[in-house]
């Protein structure tokens, strides 16, 4: 098969479906009706002669030809996406662009705040919306355009460029004149942990996780799904709550809390900026990656 027989549209296709894992999310992302997806892949297997994707379930399998095919196609659907943004200039004090960011609602407290400000002084007219994504949706949504960034602890997206910003870590935070404190002050062992009650958000699953490997489940009274709730309930009654130590510094500071640090596993993270290298060329994607550096990132 020759090149010139391929249309640049049948590869954005075959990337879409791809990534998407199937013909229906493929349609929405590229704005084309499924009928059309799936003539455009049938053209394509003809060319290729090879089915290229089977059926799994609610979606679609890659067959090992489409696997060896996808890092080329991507690669050279970015370049023409970097050669094509090369010329294109971003003003921040023109812009009404609006940058789509995968936070979770404790990343929002911790960036938000200071982004805002920011763009406030430097780029009056730009927007900001969040737009959570589930862990195993980020790469691909990167990707496909549905979010610009990405913030926070996600060790296990591995497909993105990423600029670490902070190393953090896991304390308890919890209410000042804590029974546990007049006992024991805030000196805290592992087994002292067993002693104290929990709250956690049902939707931080590393917190969860930490939580089961010191076997205090048993100990957690109150699940909820949001983080923004936490400091009162803990302010207002006996429960703590294991939370990042940046966070739980700005509680403490106003006052009514207290933060011990146990020496429990997985306590220590890093909290990065992820993008896709399929944009990193865009003026605009390339202004905001600096914004964060310049705001968030410690130094050496």
């Known amino acids: 098969m020759n090149i ?38 049938a053209r394509l297997r003809v ?14 399998r890659p067959t090992p030809r489409a696997d060896r095919l996808a890092h080329a196609v991507q690669s050279a659907l970015g370049t023409l996406d970097q050669a094509l943004n090369e010329s294109s200039i971003f003003d ?17 407290g911790r960036f938000l705040p ?3 400000v920011a763009l406030r002084e430097r780029a009056p007219g730009v927007r900001i919306e969040t737009r959570p994504v589930a862990a195993a949706d980020i790469a691909d949504a990167l990707d496909s355009g549905r979010i610009d960034f990405a913030f926070g602890f996600l060790p ?45 958000v049902r939707t931080h699953t590393n917190i969860l996780r930490i939580l ?44 009514g809390y207290a933060i011990i640090e146990p020496e429990f596993p997985l306590r220590d993270f890093v909290v990065s900026l992820h993008w896709s290298r399929r944009f990193e060329s865009d003026p605009g994607n390339r202004w905001f990656r600096q914004l964060a550096v310049e705001l968030f990132a410690e130094k050496p």
Do not use: W
Request: charged share 25%.
């Open 4 to 41: 010139k027989d391929v249309d640049l549209n049948l590869l954005r296709l075959f990337d879409a479906v791809y990534r998407m894992r199937g013909v229906s999310r493929a349609a929405e992302v590229l704005h084309m009706s499924q009928p059309a997806v799936s003539q455009g892949l």
């Open 47 to 60: 060319l290729l002669r090879d089915p290229l994707f089977v059926r799994a379930g609610s979606g679609v």
């Open 92 to 108: 921040p004090q023109e812009s009404r662009r609006t940058f789509r960011i995968h936070m979770s609602d404790i990343g929002e």
């Open 114 to 116: 200071e982004i805002l």
């Open 156 to 200: 296990n997206i591995k497909e993105t460029q990423s600029e670490r910003l902070l190393n953090d870590r896991y304390v308890v935070l919890m209410r000042e004149g804590h029974p546990y404190l007049q006992r024991r002050g805030s000196r805290v062992t592992l087994g002292d942990l067993h002693k104290l009650d929990f709250v956690a």
């Open 212 to 255: 089961q490997l010191l076997n205090l489940e048993d100990r957690l009274r109150l699940t909820t799904e949001h983080f923004v709730v936490l400091p009162a309930i803990v302010r207002a009654t006996d429960l703590c709550v294991v939370m990042p130590r940046n966070i739980a510094r700005n509680f403490a500071q106003g006052g």
